[in-house]
């Protein structure tokens, strides 16, 4: 009963996140549309990524606890790292081709705005990623 009533709060956390997060990006590039400081806004996207990757792993770690499964194994270890790697090569290309597409169109794209929101697109890539090869079962 202990791990349904934490599997269930670690739901609610994760929708909490998202909503956060999704709040937080409106504001955040609303102020870049403006042309207002933007980093104020930067501690919730940052606050709203550690719930929603606690949330992950809490909903992750319950689930496998109420099938009787250690969740530590080695195939598991192994489903984080293939899909840092995958999350890490788009990260790179995302980058590659947004510095390109800013010379070659002379977007005017500022850098450091740019960055944060390729990698936050990244960091859910990471989550999806990972949960795509937990699921096909391909390690």
């Known amino acids: 009963m202990?791990?349904?009533?934490?599997?269930?709060?670690?739901k609610i956390s994760l929708a909490l996140?998202?909503?956060?997060?999704?709040?937080?990006?409106?504001?955040?590039l609303q102020n870049i549309y403006e042309e207002k400081p933007y980093?104020?806004?930067?501690?919730?996207?940052?606050?709203?990524?550690?719930?929603?990757?606690?949330?992950?792993?809490?909903?992750?770690?319950f689930k496998a606890e109420s099938e009787g499964i250690t969740?530590?194994?080695?195939?598991s270890?192994?489903?984080?790292?293939?899909?840092g790697m995958f999350a890490f090569l788009l990260l790179i290309a995302a980058l590659m081709v947004s510095g390109v597409?800013?010379?070659a169109f002379n977007l005017g794209l500022e850098y450091t705005s740019t960055v944060y929101m390729i990698s936050v697109a990244s960091l859910f890539s990471w989550i999806i990623i990972a949960?795509?090869?937990d699921k096909k079962g391909d390690v």
């Open 2 to 10: 202990k791990s349904k009533t934490n599997l269930l709060m670690s």
């Open 17 to 28: 996140s998202v909503f956060m997060l999704a709040l937080a990006s409106f504001w955040f």
């Open 39 to 61: 980093y104020e806004n930067l501690i919730f996207i940052i606050f709203g990524l550690t719930l929603l990757i606690g949330a992950y792993f809490n909903i992750k770690r």
């Open 71 to 75: 969740i530590a194994d080695e195939r």
């Open 77 to 83: 270890m192994r489903v984080g790292e293939k899909a």
């Open 101 to 103: 597409v800013n010379s």
């Open 131 to 133: 949960y795509h090869i």
